[in-house]
């Protein structure tokens, strides 16, 4: 790697870390449940579980991981040492407030569409239940494929067992 | 020295932009073809003009979700499931560990695969996760490695949406991307059905580009060269994607209205594939064990 590179690469991590530190930013849960681990990657200690719609405060970035620490009764009852804070892979966050179905109603008045998002607006629940039924389609077996569930420890498990490197989801 | 480079691009992408992304995409392929920009820079463009282009974006992972699920309902309606437990579990501790090495481990409803009992040689990667693959495309892999590319391939199409890419943006109205209104899940009869009109177009835009016209050459490589990335972070030998499709090229009958209409040439994608891969070495032999569980589990697939 040439000198300027190196340079300009050092740049730009130290101009994110002061970002950072200026600011700590707000992230929100934007997946059903995620968890929340000891150590950046899947192979991490559960500490706590988040749902849809949870906000985060983001410590650091690391590898596509995010280092958060934890809303108010989040923290995990497993007595680590850095109480309250651990990862969550950045996929299952986005910048934007969600806003759960109660106290909405005023959200179009205090915020612009590019930092809220409205759980349940647009395609939903409703909407699918009015196209199951104008196509008469039977949704059996996509909730029977949905009820498919592999964990990240059983997948790592799996991958271990065949000779793989487990540690493939830490990049 | 590299730098520079993206920054001309950039600058000279920057008045192409204002014409628009239908325009934009075109005057970057006759750059490529005419010899002014490479191919990288090309890329480049084709980025910031989908920076542009984000409506898509605005579609949040809980409506991919609804969406997904529509799309794997439709395919669902016209194959059947193959329902055998032990192959369907395999693919899934498969399909799941690949994703956690992929770009994006985590969707709204997560990862979930389902074989269909087909001859064809046809898979379906539905937004947000679920993810269907015939038993015929299957037949096309003769070891977990093979499957793997297989499952890596889809999985890239929906780390990198290819899918939402598919709705015609002129479906993707404020009536979805502006937070201002339907606050609550409480939607009058006229919107609801405003609403399922265009999910309606949606889903057909998405099925009929997965049925009928396929995705575009440049998506295809893209899902390749994603599955490449994700079996070397994993350990799996990314040239059984060749071997996978060397198969696939010796089944596959012209005119076919399977992957033989939706997707470019196997030996076009070799290529390509090789390319990518020449001078990389190759991980070290499977282990038994991996032999086994993949006999066990699809060998009379």
């Known amino acids: 790697m040439s000198r300027f590179r190196k340079w300009l690469i050092g740049f730009f991590v130290l101009a994110a870390v002061a970002a950072l530190a200026a600011s700590p930013k707000q992230m929100s849960v934007t997946v059903k449940e995620t968890q929340v681990r000891m150590t950046p990657g899947f192979m991490g200690k559960i500490l706590a579980a988040l749902a849809y719609g949870d906000r985060v405060q983001v410590l650091d970035v690391q590898n596509g991981w995010a280092k958060v620490s934890l809303p108010a009764g989040k923290s995990g009852s497993s007595g680590s040492r850095s109480q309250g804070e651990g990862w969550v892979h950045l996929s299952a966050l986005t910048d934007k407030k969600i806003v759960l179905k109660s106290g909405a109603a005023n959200v179009g008045e205090t915020a612009s569409s590019g930092e809220v998002a409205l759980a349940g607006k647009g395609f939903n629940k409703e909407v699918e239940a009015q196209y199951k039924e104008n196509n008469n389609l039977d949704y059996t077996w996509v909730d029977r494929m949905e009820s498919f569930v592999v964990s990240p420890e059983q997948a790592i498990g799996f991958l271990q067992e065949g000779g793989l490197d487990a540690e493939g989801g830490a990049q | ?301």
């Open chain 2, 1 to 301: 020295m590299k730098v520079p480079f993206p920054a001309i691009a950039l600058a000279a992408a920057l008045p192409l932009l204002l014409l628009g992304c239908e325009t934009l995409g075109t005057l970057s392929d006759i750059g490529v073809a005419s010899g002014t920009i490479t191919e990288s820079q090309a890329a480049s463009i084709q980025k910031s003009a989908e920076a542009v282009e984000k409506s898509f974006e605005d579609i949040t992972p809980e409506q991919e979700y609804y969406i997904g699920r529509a799309v794997a309902a439709f395919v669902l309606d016209r194959y059947a499931p193959y329902s055998e437990e032990k192959s369907n579990d395999y693919v899934n501790l498969l399909g799941r560990g690949l994703a956690l090495a992929s770009d994006r481990p985590e969707t709204f409803g997560g990862y979930h695969f389902l074989i269909l009992d087909s001859d064809e040689i046809n898979a379906f990667a539905a937004p947000g996760g679920l993810v269907l693959i015939s038993r015929g495309l299957l037949r096309c892999a003769d070891n977990e490695d093979a499957v793997a590319a297989i499952l890596a391939h889809e999985i890239a199409h929906i780390t990198r949406r290819h899918g939402l890419k598919a709705i015609k943006t002129s479906r993707i109205t404020t009536a979805l991307t502006s937070a201002a209104i339907t606050a609550t899940q409480t939607a009058g009869s006229e919107e609801l059905a405003a609403l399922t009109s265009t999910f309606q177009g949606s889903i057909a835009d998405i099925t009929s580009t997965l049925i009928n016209s396929g995705y575009s050459r440049a998506q295809e490589s893209e899902a390749d060269l994603g599955a490449v990335t994700i079996m070397q972070r994993v350990g799996y030998n990314p040239r059984a994607l060749v071997g996978m499709l060397a198969i696939m090229k010796k089944k596959l009958k012209p005119g076919g209205v399977d992957f033989a209409k939706t997707h470019p040439d196997p030996g076009e994608r070799i290529k390509d594939i090789e390319k990518s891969l020449a001078g990389k070495p190759s991980p070290p032999a499977p282990p038994p064990q991996r032999k086994a569980r993949y006999n066990t589990a699809l060998g009379k697939i």
